[in-house]
């Protein structure tokens, strides 16, 4: 698939409004990208990117396991050549003894029916502008599970099988579909893992230089890139390595 540039393009990041979303929509724009719709939960979180850069940000209420709010969002940015699904939460705690599953469920409303629902939305808009990209922000936990973090892995292993079948059923159309795979960065969702984390800026900027060469599965901070060298060296001492706590 051709690489897409963020340079004069429309780009959606939801889950902007701080960390590696907030990230994307700033450096999109000094990128040269036309327009960023910056999207969150509480547009309120957006009114200093807004004041910043004016009328190229365009603030959207958000929340993406809201199918009634997606639907608004892709009637209000039908000029999108972009989709970053950036929005993400995690901390449903353990699988077993876990008195209240409602944290495991919300972390697969988020991290893989929000992907559905907003993919189902704009895969049209960016078939009718020219094909596009999507950019699935998934995570290291993704490709083999974090004892810490069960739930959460699941639902990033899930994303990543739902990006596979979104590259199959968006090529005819000229889309790329890359997924990102991350290891620890520095944002407020990873601030007690005791790891060394990359800057939510590196990582931006590496994702973006690898969709303009249309990249498919993007490491994009050394972490990621030595954890994903493992797991295909020897994926069940990696996995052992994870529940042991490495």
């Given at each position: 698939?051709?690489?897409?540039?963020?340079?004069?393009?429309?780009?959606?990041?939801?889950?902007?409004?701080?960390?590696?979303?907030?990230?994307?929509?700033?450096q999109?724009?000094?990128?040269?990208?036309?327009?960023?719709?910056?999207?969150?939960?509480?547009?309120s979180k957006?009114?200093?990117?807004?004041?910043?850069?004016?009328?190229?940000?365009?603030p959207?209420?958000?929340?993406?396991?809201?199918?009634?709010?997606?639907?608004?969002?892709?009637?209000?940015?039908?000029?999108?050549?972009?989709?970053?699904?950036?929005?993400?939460?995690?901390?449903?705690?353990?699988?077993?003894?876990?008195?209240?599953?409602?944290?495991?469920?919300?972390?697969?409303?988020?991290?893989?029916?929000?992907?559905?629902?907003?993919?189902?939305?704009?895969?049209?808009?960016?078939?009718?502008n020219?094909?596009?990209?999507?950019?699935?922000?998934?995570?290291?936990?993704?490709?083999?599970?974090?004892?810490?973090?069960?739930?959460?892995?699941?639902?990033?292993?899930?994303?990543?099988?739902?990006?596979?079948a979104?590259?199959?059923?968006?090529?005819?159309?000229?889309?790329?579909?890359?997924?990102?795979?991350?290891?620890?960065?520095?944002?407020?969702?990873?601030?007690?893992?005791?790891?060394?984390?990359?800057?939510?800026?590196?990582?931006?900027?590496?994702?973006?230089?690898?969709?303009?060469?249309?990249?498919?599965?993007?490491?994009?901070?050394?972490?990621?890139?030595?954890?994903?060298?493992g797991?295909q060296?020897?994926?069940?001492?990696?996995e052992?390595?994870?529940?042991?706590?490495f």
């Amino acid at each position: 698939m051709p690489g897409v540039s963020i340079k004069d393009k429309v780009v959606l990041v939801s889950g902007s409004n701080r960390g590696i979303g907030k990230s994307f929509a700033i450096q999109a724009l000094e990128m040269g990208a036309k327009k960023v719709y910056a999207a969150a939960r509480d547009k309120s979180k957006l009114a200093e990117l807004a004041t910043k850069y004016g009328d190229k940000i365009v603030p959207l209420t958000l929340d993406v396991t809201n199918q009634d709010q997606v639907t608004a969002a892709a009637d209000a940015a039908g000029d999108v050549e972009v989709l970053i699904n950036n929005s993400g939460m995690g901390g449903g705690g353990p699988m077993v003894g876990n008195p209240n599953e409602a944290g495991q469920r919300m972390e697969m409303e988020v991290n893989y029916f929000g992907i559905i629902k907003m993919c189902d939305a704009f895969a049209p808009i960016l078939g009718a502008n020219g094909g596009g990209a999507i950019v699935n922000i998934l995570s290291i936990a993704g490709l083999s599970s974090f004892a810490f973090a069960p739930g959460y892995s699941a639902s990033k292993a899930a994303g990543r099988s739902l990006t596979q079948a979104l590259r199959v059923e968006l090529a005819k159309q000229g889309t790329l579909v890359s997924g990102v795979f991350p290891g620890p960065v520095d944002t407020d969702m990873a601030k007690n893992l005791p790891m060394d984390k990359a800057s939510p800026d590196s990582v931006v900027s590496h994702v973006y230089e690898e969709i303009a060469k249309g990249s498919e599965d993007i490491y994009p901070d050394p972490f990621a890139v030595q954890f994903a060298a493992g797991v295909q060296a020897d994926f069940k001492a990696v996995e052992k390595a994870n529940a042991a706590g490495f």
